[in-house]
T-cell receptor, first 111, second 113 residues
Framework: GDSVTQMEGPVTLSEEAFLTINCTYTATGYPSLFWYVQYPGEGLQLLLKATKADDKGSNKGFEATYRKETTSFHLEKGSVQVSDSAVYFC??????????FGAGTTVTVRA | EPEVTQTPSHQVTQMGQEVILRCVPISNHLYFYWYRQILGQKVEFLVSFYNNEISEKSEIFDDQFSVERPDGSNFTLKIRSTKLEDSAMYFCATHSGLNTEAFFGQGTRLTVV
């Protein structure tokens, strides 16, 4: 079945550092890929998505490229801020629209 | 901005008791989901609901679980006889149609003691 594996945390960074969170997936079809973010005390919010191979999703300075050849969707940001501290979830959705999530990566950015 | 609202935010219940978790979806949304996350584990799909019936359910969603949308607004998840292992964060998610973004509620933390 479908599954997502993402880099385990927690990850602690200084402000303006480069962030990357690895995500790989297994799917039988051609899934859409997502990154969700959960800020403290809030629900899951869609951060970015890509629906087909080589698509790049981007939002709030974050980027991720759908790599079919490596079945990956790594999240990157060039310069993180304290406000980026959150839990990040990689997810995929196959044709049935339900989401399969990774375990989540907790990111803490220190001033 | 429209949002999905879940109540309560935190519930503590005794083992064997029934609990009902409530979700108010965004008004024009037609597809509804429950997910759960046991502490330290993945967010797991429980059930999807469309057109007043279950579309799909996972192995977790056994006879102890049920969902309904009794009044056309609230979307509820009922656990009939809670077990310790039901302790988790439960998320409701909704979206308006195919290929649209899913919006999540802030979650209900259920603690079974």
């Amino acid at each position: 079945g479908d599954s997502v594996t993402q880099m385990e945390g927690p990850v602690t960074l200084s402000e303006e550092a480069f962030l990357t969170i690895n995500c790989t997936y297994t799917a039988t079809g051609y899934p859409s890929l997502f990154w969700y973010v959960q800020y403290p005390g809030e629900g899951l919010q869609l951060l970015l998505k890509a629906t087909k191979a080589d698509d790049k999703g981007s939002n709030k300075g974050f980027e991720a490229t759908y790599r079919k050849e490596t079945t990956s969707f790594h999240l990157e940001k060039g310069s993180v801020q304290v406000s980026d501290s959150a839990v990040y979830f990689c997810a995929l959705s196959d044709n049935d629209y339900k989401l399969s999530f990774g375990a989540g990566t907790t990111v803490t950015v220190r001033a | 901005e429209p949002e999905v609202t879940q109540t309560p935010s935190h519930q503590v219940t005794q083992m064997g008791q029934e609990v009902i978790l409530r979700c108010v979806p965004i008004s024009n949304h037609l597809y509804f989901y429950w997910y759960r996350q046991i502490l330290g584990q993945k967010v797991e799909f429980l059930v999807s609901f469309y057109n007043n019936e279950i579309s799909e359910k996972s192995e977790i969603f056994d006879d102890q679980f049920s969902v309904e949308r009794p009044d056309g607004s609230n979307f509820t998840l009922k656990i009939r006889s809670t077990k310790l292992e039901d302790s988790a964060m439960y998320f409701c998610a909704t979206h308006s149609g195919l290929n649209t973004e899913a919006f999540f509620g802030q979650g209900t933390r259920l603690t079974v003691v």
